[in-house]
């Protein structure tokens, strides 16, 4: 059952609030918010002090705002790429590891036909559980094991990993995933990603890309267009490889 029921978005700060309880007033810093207009089916609706609000149902990207965060998650600049570059479908057999807040299972639960996820702490794992509560996904089987020592799951389209020594994982990921069949990796040093890819050599799994996405966001106001002063830089790098 989710626990977000309604989200807020003030047409004039565009300031999105979570609603978690429709029997209650819902207080926001530009008025009151009526439990009568909550419930209710309207798109638009008005607080106690004039302010406009839209009222609608959160869609994945809105949970995704609120989701719980214990380890570094993946996000949506990187979790977009993989998706674009993957074509994944509700045809889509999907292992991912390590599950960490579930931000990136999450993403491609919300896409895929069945997601099974390998988390090894106990800790990490109740945090994704408390996110699939929120979005009541019902596609994804959480694991409490080491993916280093093996994959259980055959056929699989798409292996992701985040974790940090993925080329511990290469010999699974050979055996488990099909031929013509997508392996993410997500790896913030470059030393890393280098043995990363000195371990592919001798399998067939095949390293086509390399790719960092940085994400710089504009500042349109009056006369003022420019970049904004921060950005979203490095996060980490994503290689994208294939089963031959
Ligand atoms: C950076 S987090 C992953 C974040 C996740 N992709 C997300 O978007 O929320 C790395 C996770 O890998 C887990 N992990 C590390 N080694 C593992 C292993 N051998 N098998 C399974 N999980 C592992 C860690 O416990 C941690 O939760």
Redesign the pocket.
């Known amino acids: 059952m989710r626990n977000i029921k309604k989200i807020l978005i003030e047409e004039r700060t565009y300031k999105k609030y979570f609603v978690k309880e429709l029997e209650d007033n819902f207080h926001t810093s530009s008025g009151v918010i009526s439990s009568e207009d909550l419930r209710s089916d309207k798109e638009v609706i008005i607080s106690n002090k004039g302010k406009r609000f839209l009222l609608l149902e959160p869609n994945f990207a809105d949970l995704w705002e609120s989701l719980q965060r214990?380890?570094?998650?993946?996000i949506q600049k990187d979790i977009g790429l993989i998706i674009a570059k993957t074509g994944i479908n509700k045809t889509t057999f999907v292992v991912?590891?390590?599950?960490?807040?579930?931000?990136?299972?999450l993403s491609l639960a919300n896409i895929c036909k069945e997601i099974i996820v390998?988390?090894?702490?106990p800790e990490?794992l109740d945090v994704i559980r408390k996110n699939i509560e929120m979005f009541g996904v019902k596609n994804l089987k959480l694991k409490q094991?080491?993916?280093?020592k093996g994959i259980k799951e055959k056929n699989i389209d798409l292996l992701?990993l985040?974790?940090?020594?993925p080329w511990?994982v290469i010999e699974h990921a050979e055996k488990s995933l099909k031929t013509g069949g997508h392996l993410v990796v997500?790896l913030p040093n470059l030393t890393q990603v280098k043995t990363f890819i000195d371990s592919t050599n001798k399998t067939r799994i095949k390293v086509l890309q390399i790719i960092e996405i940085l994400e710089r966001e504009w500042k349109i106001e009056d006369k003022i267009m420019r970049p904004e002063f921060q950005m979203l830089g490095h996060t980490g790098f994503l290689i994208f490889c294939r089963r031959f």
Do not use: F, K, R, W
């Open positions: 214990g380890p570094q998650v993946m991912d590891a390590g599950g960490g807040s579930g931000s990136l299972c390998y988390e090894i702490n990490h094991e080491d993916i280093y992701t985040d974790l940090p020594e511990q997500y």
